[in-house]
């Protein structure tokens, strides 16, 4: 099968969920089909960065749009009563560039990620599938709940947009997928038990629990959380965590540190770094920041989706400690694969435990080490992506 797979990002380095999801969406399909990537990049793509695809894509194109055209096209969108992120990702440019190559090859499908894509690809004439990835206008209503004057105004005008977008998405293509139920519920359509649940999964050969060896730094009361920390429902958990569950943490702890690990941080996220507190930004490899913490903690409020972070986590073998909200996804018990907690006491009092019973730790990170190993495998994740397309080509 000749699959034309279109991103908002170019999948490579994996820092960002959307990029990991389709980097090994990819990886997994070429093992059986043809695969031709194109992508949008705001960033130059590196020669480095490319070579990590090839070997798994027959063509690979990128169209890098100019910062004018891509705010131009954001602000466009305003007065055209559209999506603003739509816009940014969109341009005349990138669109006939993916009509051309179409046309090229023929593809048997067209494979697009997120709503942000749906301009490039929606009169393309043929097969499509898109993947929502997660629900964005829930994930956008999030954030507007949390946030207070202009910035609430501009995020309520991009969810009914996002809404509506979501909604259309039904009559352009032949089938969607979605990340969990939970998104997949909060898609504004009476057929969103149609689309489709294709999960993420985990490198279990690159995420696997790594015994220190002697001459490393011992974990002592180390806490970490990770992500990229310009993603706002990061920069959200990470001022959350700092401001609001540490202290209480520190009552009883005052030797505790956390670290916050991740690309990209913001200014309000360096703020945060203190004689207790690290702030690493970017890092080349974060398997040290797991193997060498005593718990992972994702205290997320905001969001949509699958959190990554925690699975890469619970396959080191970290015992986890989250919030409602990013458990929705996950689908772990609480209190058996991970502890979840709804106020800053009831997370710092999960804290505390974990730091105070190293066998009750234990206990919990084997447990949750069997379960994503039984989920989140990526070849039993993209089985169902690639089904559809199987299903949708003989239809067509």
Known sequence: MKILVVLPRFPYPLEKGDKL???????ELSRRHEIHLFAVSHDKVTPGQRAALEPYCRSITVVTPTRFTAWFNTARNYFRSKSLQMGYW?????RCAVKDLAKKIKPDVVYNQMVRT?????RLQFP???DFQDALSMNTERRMEQSRGLLRSILHYEFKMLRSTEYNAFKIFDALTIISETDADAIPHKRNGDIHIVRN???FDYFAPQPLSPSAPQPLNTIVFCGNMQY?????AARYLVNDIMPLVWQKRPEARLVLAGATPTAAVRRLAGPRVEVTGSVPDIRPYYAHSRLFIAPMRLGSGLQNKLLEAMAMGVPCVTTPIANEALGATPGTHLLVGNSPQELASHILSLLADPARAQALSAVALDYVHQNYSWPAAVQPLEDIFTQITHNS
């Open 118 to 122: 749906v301009p490039l690809v929606a």
């Open 21 to 27: 999801r389709a980097y090994h969406q990819i990886v």
């Open 201 to 203: 999964g985990v490198d």
């Open 90 to 94: 969109d341009s005349a440019r990138a």
């Open 232 to 236: 706002a429902p990061n920069i959200d």
């Open 128 to 130: 499509k599938v898109m």
